[in-house]
């Protein structure tokens, strides 16, 4: 596994347990700060159970929806009921999460080697059977493998060494995040103003976050599309900086007093980076842009993706036979392919400040259109159940198969 974050260990302690070799290489030497919002989504608290992680028993704080705020209306909607995921979501700092997970891969099993680089893949009569590393003091090694994972991140270099690039005509997130010391860090609802405003007053199509990490701080951030009609002309660290003003009374934290330095970052979202794989390597996480389109969430998706990769390696091992590798793009597409394709395109209307501004007047005036709203951003659709939800999104992925290339 080339990339030690939810993805990479997900796999790697997916297959450890499975009784097969593994190495994961992660790139620091030590626990990092990914920047990252924190939140927890009931989907990714589910695949998390899955892999024996309780994010509260880590010192994560539970959620239990998401406070949306919109001109001067308020809406508390809770996490949608699921017959298969939880009704609540959790918070929790990335390092702790990243660093329990690398250290779950290593107890079950897995060689995890921190402050080792791939820098380039190891190639064999064409085929990809391995990385080349090298540590913070110089030295280098080439580690082999069988099958090889990429699973580092939106910039994904070792992706774009195996030849995978992501499609420009479809959306990007650009997101920047910091923390504050707040005594409201321990409530249970995230809050999540759509459309803040940037400095000179105007409205961004996008969104501010605040989670209350429950450590005695809260993560603000923002987040627009690359759709966005003005997008070139925002300074996203400026417009953060304008929403931690405009949320510190609320929260009760000094603006001024940030934690950490933020940081921009872009998410490639919605299936927009492939080929997902290759013949002896399969891509996974931001690395294979699997985020969320509706709100750039990608831990679930991470775990998700490793799930998916996990089970079509461990044939290939246990069978001895390369092909199963074959499976996984229609895995990916059978669980992702249609949501990340309505999510693309309701990226490109909703980066229309006209028409954002249209949907949220109207849905912030019911309480059961926001539910909706949040079931779809969260991708918690039912299959057996038809609610307005599921209604909306049929109509809308109706209307997906009309632009077969957004
Ligand atoms: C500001 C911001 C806020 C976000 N908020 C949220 C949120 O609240 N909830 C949510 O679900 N998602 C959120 N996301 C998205 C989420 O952070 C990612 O989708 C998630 O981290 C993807 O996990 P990953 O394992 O694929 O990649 P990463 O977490 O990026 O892990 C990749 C790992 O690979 C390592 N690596 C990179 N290159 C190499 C190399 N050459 N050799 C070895 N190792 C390497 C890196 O050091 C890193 O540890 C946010 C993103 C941003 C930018």
Request: some cysteine.
């Amino acid at each position: 596994m080339v990339g030690g974050g939810p993805a990479g260990s997900a796999v790697a302690i997916r297959l450890a347990r499975g009784g097969h070799a593994v190495t994961l290489i992660e790139k620091r030497p030590t626990p990092r700060h990914k920047a990252c919002g924190d939140a927890l989504t009931p989907r990714a608290v589910d695949e998390l159970d899955q892999l024996g992680v309780d994010p509260v028993e880590l010192g994560g704080h539970r959620t239990i929806g998401v406070r949306l705020r919109y001109n001067d209306r308020r809406q508390h909607v809770r996490w949608p009921e699921h017959p298969r995921f939880p009704n609540t979501g959790a918070a929790l700092r990335r390092p702790v999460l990243d660093e329990h997970l690398r250290d779950l891969a290593r107890r079950s099993g897995a060689q995890v080697l921190m402050g080792h680089e791939a820098t380039a893949p190891v190639a064999e009569r064409g085929l990809v059977r391995g990385a080349r590393t090298v540590t913070e003091e110089g030295a280098t090694r080439d580690v082999l493998a069988r099958f090889v994972v990429v699973a580092d991140g939106a910039n994904s270099r070792f992706g774009r060494a195996l030849g995978t690039t992501r499609d420009r005509n479809w959306p990007y997130g650009i997101a920047a995040r910091t923390y504050f010391a707040s005594p409201l860090a321990s409530q249970p609802w995230i809050e999540s103003v759509l459309r803040p405003r940037d400095a000179d007053g105007r409205r961004i199509s996008g969104f501010g976050w605040v989670t209350p990490v429950g450590d005695g701080t809260v993560n603000v951030g923002t987040a627009m599309l690359s759709t966005y009609r003005d997008v070139r002309s925002v300074n996203a660290l400026k417009w953060l900086d304008h929403f931690a003003q405009q949320s510190a009374e609320r929260w009760q934290f000094d603006a001024s007093q940030q934690l950490k330095s933020p940081t921009r970052f872009r998410v490639p979202l919605g299936s927009s980076v492939g080929p997902k794989m290759g013949p002896t390597f399969l891509v996974v996480g931001d690395a294979a842009g699997a985020a969320n389109p509706f709100n750039g969430d990608g831990v679930d998706a991470a775990l998700l993706t490793a799930r998916l990769a996990s089970d079509v390696l461990d044939d290939a091992l246990t069978s001895g036979t390369a092909a199963s590798l074959q499976q996984y793009p229609t895995l990916l597409a059978d669980e992702l392919g249609r949501y990340h394709h309505v999510g693309r395109l309701s990226a490109r209307f909703l980066g229309s400040p006209t028409i954002a501004g249209m949907v949220l007047s109207g849905a912030m005036r019911s309480p059961d259109a926001m539910a909706g709203v949040l079931r779809i951003g969260a991708n918690e659709l039912r299959r057996e159940r038809t609610g307005g939800a599921e209604r909306v999104y049929a109509l809308a992925a109706a209307a997906s198969r009309l632009a077969p290339s957004w």
